[in-house]
């Protein structure tokens, strides 16, 4: 069975304060990785694609990464404008396009 | 926002009742899916379909049905609602590899 592990739970940091949200999966065979956003009261909004260890994408002050293992979702110098629940998913080789998801982390950024 | 739309986006209704939630898409992309989402959960997946009259279930799919008589819209129905049915439902509509998501409908059975 597939398995998504998101951590940490919750984040704060400080406008300016670099750091890093984990994603740690469990599959059979990875057809890929998902990142998405998720604003209160929204619906998910997609970010990246990632499907081979190794892989990066970037898009503003965001940058995702790829392991065998697990993936990071990198942030630089955040702004209060990236404070949002960011969710991870995998789809599996075998599961005709279902993404198991993550719980998610919920970022604060604060001036 | 993909061109999706759910219908309603807000809904109280009373336990045992039936229930349509819709899920409608300008685009006429093959893969529609159902979520919903949970504190502590996450999203899971209800049904999904592949195309006209073809769906299948998903992690969570007791107490729900779900039918696709064209290629725009995707209906879930709970057939006679129970509290534990009380979530955000998302659809969802796959474009190449990623899936794309709807707004969400709040549902609440009281």
């Known amino acids: 069975e597939d398995q998504v592990t998101q951590s940490p739970e919750a984040l704060r940091l400080q406008e300016g304060e670099s750091s890093s949200l984990n994603c740690s999966y469990t599959?059979?065979?990875?057809?890929?990785l998902f990142w998405y956003r998720q604003d209160p009261g929204k619906g998910p909004e997609f970010l990246f694609t990632?499907?081979?260890a190794g892989e990066e994408k970037e898009k503003e002050r965001l940058k995702a990464t790829l392991t065998k293992k697990e993936s990071f979702l990198h942030i630089t110098a955040p702004k209060p404008e990236d404070s949002a629940t960011y969710l991870c998913?995998?789809?599996?080789?075998?599961?005709?396009?279902?993404?198991?998801f993550g719980t998610g982390t919920r970022l604060q950024v604060t001036l | 926002d993909a061109g999706i739309t759910q219908s309603p986006r807000h809904k109280v209704t009373e336990t045992g009742t039936p229930v349509t939630l819709r899920c409608h898409q300008t685009?006429?992309?093959?893969?529609m899916y159902w979520y919903r989402q949970d504190p502590g959960h996450g999203l899971r997946l209800i049904h999904y379909?592949?195309?006209?009259?073809?769906?299948d279930k998903g992690e969570v799919s007791d107490g729900y049905s779900v039918s696709r008589s064209k290629t725009e819209d995707f209906l879930l129905t709970l057939e006679s609602a129970t509290s534990s049915q009380t979530s955000v439902y998302f659809c969802?509509?796959?474009?190449?590899?990623?899936?794309?998501f709807g707004q969400g409908t709040r549902l609440t059975v009281v």
């Open positions: 998913a995998v789809q599996d080789t075998g599961t005709a396009s279902k993404l198991t």
């Open positions: 969802a509509i796959r474009v190449a590899t990623e899936a794309f």
């Open positions: 379909s592949y195309g006209v009259k073809d769906t």
């Open positions: 990632l499907y081979s």
């Open positions: 685009e006429n992309h093959r893969y």
């Open positions: 599959v059979s065979g990875l057809r890929g």
